[in-house]
């Protein structure tokens, strides 16, 4: 079956960096588009950014253009999300989803990022 597990995430200072992974496993990684989502508490489920199968485009929300980065290893099946200038209104539970939108069908249990001095 479909298995996301994100890992990565922690404490961070307000400007510090995290680097999230999401390791997949049960379909065709290599063929599947990916996004990052992430729910505040007390928060909808916002999406961050996606990716293309090939890992030849991405797409930012525009609150983390130019702060966040987000990749993908195909030999590994592994998806990444690189975080710098990170703010404490990044903290929040952080999803990957197989898909290029909230409409995935499926994710992760999440990786927690909490950002605070």
């Known amino acids: 079956q479909v298995q996301l597990v994100e890992s990565g995430g922690g404490l961070a200072q307000p400007g510090g960096s995290l680097r999230l992974s999401c390791a997949a496993s049960?379909?065709?990684?290599?063929?599947?588009?990916m996004s990052w989502a992430r729910q505040a508490p007390g928060k909808v489920l916002e999406w961050v950014c996606g990716i293309t199968a090939d890992g030849a485009d991405t797409y930012y929300a525009d609150f983390v253009k130019d702060r966040f980065a987000i990749s993908r290893d195909n030999a590994k099946s592994t998806l990444y999300l690189q975080m710098n200038d990170l703010k404490p209104e990044d903290t929040a539970l952080y999803f990957c989803g197989d898909g290029l939108s909230l409409a995935a069908a499926h994710w992760g249990q999440g990786t927690q990022v909490t950002v605070s001095s």
């Open positions: 049960g379909f065709a990684f290599s063929s599947s588009r």
